[in-house]
């Protein structure tokens, strides 16, 4: 079975930046599309950003694109969220996830079999 830890979340001020890593274990995912979900207090989980298997294709939600970057490391098994410009509404709990099933980035959590147990990012006015 396959694991994966997310690392790097915090507490920031707006404007500032943070950097989440998540780590893959017991299985490569290094073929599966990976993505990064967050959920914010009172909300619903949402997708905020994927990568296909070779990190050439990547897909954004509208409210982070242009301050967000997704990156893979398919040899080291890792997936990065670079997240500049960070604003308040930005704040929540970030997943990262892996999906076996498509050869697309899908924005619904229900594509994706696996997940992390999530970092928390708090981001100040």
């Known amino acids: 079975q396959g694991q994966l830890v997310e690392s790097g979340g915090g507490v920031v001020q707006a404007g500032g930046s943070l950097r989440l890593s998540c780590a893959a274990s017991?299985?490569?995912?290094?073929?599966?599309?990976r993505g990064w979900f967050r959920q914010s207090p009172g909300k619903e989980r949402e997708f905020v950003a994927g990568?296909?298997?070779?990190?050439?294709?990547?897909r954004y939600a509208d409210s982070v694109k242009g301050r967000f970057t997704i990156a893979r490391d398919n040899d080291k098994n890792m997936v990065y969220l670079q997240m500049n410009e960070l604003r308040p509404d930005d704040t929540g709990v970030y997943y990262c996830?892996?999906?076996?099933?498509?050869?697309?980035?899908?924005?619904?959590?229900?594509?994706?079999?696996?997940w992390g147990q999530g970092t928390q990012v708090t981001v100040s006015s």
């Open positions: 996830a892996a999906d076996r099933q498509h050869n697309y980035i899908s924005a619904a959590q229900a594509d994706y079999d696996y």
């Open positions: 990568t296909s298997w070779s990190g050439a294709i990547t």
């Open positions: 017991g299985q490569t995912f290094r073929n599966q599309v």
